[in-house]
Protein backbone atom coordinates (compact mmCIF):
# COMPACT_ATOMS: atom_id res chain seq x y z
CA UNK A 1 0.00 0.00 0.00
CA UNK A 2 0.95 3.32 -0.61
CA UNK A 3 3.21 5.19 1.86
CA UNK A 4 1.91 8.61 1.28
CA UNK A 5 3.61 11.71 1.30
CA UNK A 6 5.56 13.05 4.07
CA UNK A 7 2.68 15.75 4.75
CA UNK A 8 0.46 13.42 6.03
CA UNK A 9 -1.44 14.31 9.23
CA UNK A 10 1.37 13.73 11.52
CA UNK A 11 3.72 15.83 9.27
CA UNK A 12 1.30 18.97 9.16
CA UNK A 13 0.52 18.69 13.01
CA UNK A 14 4.79 18.74 13.46
CA UNK A 15 5.00 21.43 10.96
CA UNK A 16 2.48 23.63 12.00
CA UNK A 17 -0.02 22.57 8.87
CA UNK A 18 2.77 25.27 6.33
CA UNK A 19 2.95 24.05 2.91
CA UNK A 20 5.62 21.74 1.88
CA UNK A 21 7.76 22.92 -0.69
CA UNK A 22 9.85 21.10 -3.38
CA UNK A 23 12.70 22.80 -4.87
CA UNK A 24 13.27 20.67 -8.32
CA UNK A 25 15.70 20.80 -11.03
CA UNK A 26 18.60 21.63 -8.67
CA UNK A 27 21.96 20.27 -10.12
CA UNK A 28 25.06 22.74 -8.00
CA UNK A 29 25.78 22.50 -4.60
CA UNK A 30 24.88 25.91 -3.70
CA UNK A 31 21.55 25.83 -4.84
CA UNK A 32 21.09 23.09 -2.76
CA UNK A 33 22.68 24.31 0.07
CA UNK A 34 20.32 26.93 0.02
CA UNK A 35 17.02 25.09 -0.40
CA UNK A 36 18.33 22.99 2.41
CA UNK A 37 19.19 26.41 4.69
CA UNK A 38 15.70 27.55 3.27
CA UNK A 39 13.40 24.91 4.86
CA UNK A 40 12.87 23.05 1.76
CA UNK A 41 11.12 19.75 2.09
CA UNK A 42 12.32 18.03 -0.66
CA UNK A 43 15.17 18.52 -3.38
CA UNK A 44 14.41 17.56 -6.73
CA UNK A 45 17.15 16.27 -9.54
CA UNK A 46 16.14 15.56 -12.83
CA UNK A 47 17.82 12.80 -14.51
CA UNK A 48 16.71 12.92 -17.95
CA UNK A 49 19.12 14.18 -20.70
CA UNK A 50 16.73 16.79 -22.58
CA UNK A 51 16.09 18.94 -20.04
CA UNK A 52 19.14 21.60 -19.18
CA UNK A 53 18.39 20.89 -15.55
CA UNK A 54 19.97 17.62 -16.58
CA UNK A 55 21.66 15.55 -13.93
CA UNK A 56 23.75 11.73 -13.73
CA UNK A 57 23.01 9.35 -11.22
CA UNK A 58 25.78 9.65 -9.63
CA UNK A 59 25.96 13.87 -9.72
CA UNK A 60 22.36 13.07 -8.19
CA UNK A 61 23.69 11.27 -5.50
CA UNK A 62 26.96 13.65 -4.97
CA UNK A 63 24.11 16.28 -4.34
CA UNK A 64 21.72 14.32 -2.74
CA UNK A 65 23.94 13.75 0.21
CA UNK A 66 23.48 17.61 1.51
CA UNK A 67 19.80 17.25 1.80
CA UNK A 68 20.16 17.46 5.35
CA UNK A 69 16.36 17.08 7.06
CA UNK A 70 14.89 17.32 3.63
CA UNK A 71 13.88 14.43 0.96
CA UNK A 72 15.57 14.05 -2.16
CA UNK A 73 13.70 13.10 -5.06
CA UNK A 74 14.80 11.37 -8.57
CA UNK A 75 13.07 12.82 -11.03
CA UNK A 76 12.47 10.36 -13.92
CA UNK A 77 10.71 10.51 -17.50
CA UNK A 78 9.99 6.65 -18.81
CA UNK A 79 13.20 5.33 -17.20
CA UNK A 80 14.26 2.17 -18.54
CA UNK A 81 15.26 -0.79 -15.94
CA UNK A 82 18.84 -0.13 -16.46
CA UNK A 83 18.49 3.46 -15.77
CA UNK A 84 16.40 2.85 -12.65
CA UNK A 85 18.91 0.60 -11.39
CA UNK A 86 21.72 3.04 -11.94
CA UNK A 87 19.75 5.45 -9.85
CA UNK A 88 19.08 3.38 -7.20
CA UNK A 89 22.82 1.97 -6.93
CA UNK A 90 24.14 6.05 -7.17
CA UNK A 91 21.78 8.17 -5.61
CA UNK A 92 19.17 5.80 -3.23
CA UNK A 93 16.49 8.29 -3.44
CA UNK A 94 13.90 8.98 -0.82
CA UNK A 95 11.40 9.36 -3.78
CA UNK A 96 11.00 8.58 -7.66
CA UNK A 97 8.58 11.18 -9.59
CA UNK A 98 7.72 9.48 -12.67
CA UNK A 99 7.19 12.74 -15.38
CA UNK A 100 6.02 10.31 -18.47
CA UNK A 101 4.00 8.64 -19.54
CA UNK A 102 4.47 5.63 -17.05
CA UNK A 103 1.15 3.08 -16.24
CA UNK A 104 0.50 2.40 -13.42
CA UNK A 105 1.80 -0.82 -13.18
CA UNK A 106 5.11 0.91 -14.12
CA UNK A 107 4.70 3.16 -11.37
CA UNK A 108 4.15 0.00 -9.13
CA UNK A 109 7.06 -1.36 -10.07
CA UNK A 110 9.22 1.84 -9.50
CA UNK A 111 8.84 1.92 -6.23
CA UNK A 112 11.61 -0.82 -5.74
CA UNK A 113 13.78 1.47 -6.60
CA UNK A 114 13.10 4.25 -3.97
CA UNK A 115 13.10 4.52 -0.63
CA UNK A 116 9.69 5.94 0.52
CA UNK A 117 7.47 5.90 -2.57
CA UNK A 118 6.38 6.87 -6.11
CA UNK A 119 4.79 10.23 -7.34
CA UNK A 120 3.26 10.23 -10.87
CA UNK A 121 3.13 13.73 -12.87
CA UNK A 122 0.07 14.63 -14.66
CA UNK A 123 -0.11 17.71 -16.91
CA UNK A 124 -3.72 19.46 -16.52
CA UNK A 125 -5.36 21.99 -18.68
CA UNK A 126 -8.71 21.12 -18.25
CA UNK A 127 -11.47 19.25 -15.44
CA UNK A 128 -11.36 16.15 -17.80
CA UNK A 129 -7.46 16.17 -17.18
CA UNK A 130 -8.24 15.32 -13.77
CA UNK A 131 -9.60 12.22 -14.40
CA UNK A 132 -6.46 10.30 -15.18
CA UNK A 133 -5.37 10.47 -11.37
CA UNK A 134 -8.31 7.88 -10.75
CA UNK A 135 -6.38 5.18 -12.73
CA UNK A 136 -3.13 5.47 -10.58
CA UNK A 137 -4.68 5.43 -6.91
CA UNK A 138 -3.37 2.53 -5.11
CA UNK A 139 -0.47 2.02 -7.39
CA UNK A 140 1.32 5.99 -6.32
CA UNK A 141 1.94 7.62 -3.29
CA UNK A 142 1.29 10.76 -4.59
CA UNK A 143 0.45 13.43 -7.61
CA UNK A 144 2.53 16.29 -9.10
CA UNK A 145 -0.12 18.11 -10.90
CA UNK A 146 1.74 20.53 -13.50
CA UNK A 147 0.92 22.48 -16.72
CA UNK A 148 -0.14 20.11 -19.78
CA UNK A 149 2.77 20.59 -22.15
CA UNK A 150 2.11 21.52 -25.70
CA UNK A 151 2.20 18.94 -28.54
CA UNK A 152 5.51 20.06 -29.89
CA UNK A 153 7.13 20.03 -26.90
CA UNK A 154 10.42 18.21 -26.01
CA UNK A 155 9.78 17.64 -22.75
CA UNK A 156 6.73 17.11 -20.47
CA UNK A 157 7.80 19.56 -17.49
CA UNK A 158 10.20 22.18 -15.96
CA UNK A 159 8.42 25.26 -18.62
CA UNK A 160 7.18 27.66 -16.46
CA UNK A 161 3.70 27.68 -17.70
CA UNK A 162 0.90 29.02 -15.09
CA UNK A 163 -2.46 27.05 -15.88
CA UNK A 164 -5.68 27.29 -14.07
CA UNK A 165 -4.64 26.57 -10.58
CA UNK A 166 -8.31 26.54 -9.49
CA UNK A 167 -9.12 23.63 -11.17
CA UNK A 168 -7.52 21.15 -8.77
CA UNK A 169 -10.04 23.52 -5.58
CA UNK A 170 -11.90 20.58 -3.81
CA UNK A 171 -10.25 17.86 -6.22
CA UNK A 172 -10.06 14.66 -4.26
CA UNK A 173 -6.66 12.57 -5.84
CA UNK A 174 -6.91 10.25 -3.91
CA UNK A 175 -3.44 10.81 -2.19
CA UNK A 176 -1.11 14.06 -1.70
CA UNK A 177 -0.46 16.38 -4.24
CA UNK A 178 1.69 18.89 -5.07
CA UNK A 179 0.78 21.94 -7.52
CA UNK A 180 3.48 22.68 -10.51
CA UNK A 181 3.74 24.67 -13.06
CA UNK A 182 4.07 28.57 -13.31
CA UNK A 183 4.95 29.14 -9.45
CA UNK A 184 7.44 32.30 -8.65
CA UNK A 185 8.11 34.06 -5.71
CA UNK A 186 5.31 36.70 -6.49
CA UNK A 187 2.51 34.17 -7.51
CA UNK A 188 2.82 31.45 -5.26
CA UNK A 189 0.71 32.40 -2.59
CA UNK A 190 -2.10 32.99 -5.42
CA UNK A 191 -1.86 29.96 -6.51
CA UNK A 192 -2.04 28.27 -3.24
CA UNK A 193 -4.88 30.09 -2.53
CA UNK A 194 -6.85 29.12 -5.83
CA UNK A 195 -5.95 25.54 -6.02
CA UNK A 196 -5.86 24.89 -1.69
CA UNK A 197 -2.51 23.35 -2.43
CA UNK A 198 -0.39 21.12 0.44
CA UNK A 199 2.39 21.52 -1.25
CA UNK A 200 4.46 23.21 -4.07
CA UNK A 201 7.16 22.26 -6.54
CA UNK A 202 9.15 25.05 -8.41
CA UNK A 203 11.81 24.95 -11.22
CA UNK A 204 12.08 27.11 -13.73
CA UNK A 205 10.47 30.17 -11.29
CA UNK A 206 13.77 30.02 -9.10
CA UNK A 207 16.44 30.37 -12.30
CA UNK A 208 17.96 33.68 -13.93
CA UNK A 209 18.18 30.90 -16.94
CA UNK A 210 17.04 27.78 -17.89
CA UNK A 211 18.96 25.62 -15.50
CA UNK A 212 20.19 28.14 -13.47
CA UNK A 213 19.37 28.17 -10.38
CA UNK A 214 18.94 31.96 -8.56
CA UNK A 215 19.97 31.63 -4.50
CA UNK A 216 17.80 34.64 -3.69
CA UNK A 217 15.06 33.80 -5.59
CA UNK A 218 15.55 30.19 -3.84
CA UNK A 219 15.44 31.90 -0.67
CA UNK A 220 12.23 34.19 -2.01
CA UNK A 221 10.08 31.63 -2.68
CA UNK A 222 10.80 29.38 0.55
CA UNK A 223 9.49 32.97 2.31
CA UNK A 224 6.52 33.37 0.22
CA UNK A 225 5.35 30.22 1.03
CA UNK A 226 6.33 30.21 4.47
CA UNK A 227 4.69 33.87 4.64
CA UNK A 228 7.97 35.40 5.70
Not at 147 to 169: F, M, T, V
Request: proline share 7%; with cysteine.
Amino acid sequence: MPTGLAWSPAWLTSRAMTVAIKICGLNDAAAVDAAVAGGADYLGFVIFPKSPRHVSPAEAGALARRKGTAKSVAVLVDPTEPQLGAVLRDMKPDYIQLHGGESPARCLDARHYADLGVWKALGVSTNADLTQAAAYRGSVDGFVFDAKPPKSADRPGGLGEAWDYGLLNGFDAGAPWLLAGGLTPETVRHAVTQSGAKGVDVVSGVESSPGVKHIPKIKAFIAAVRGG
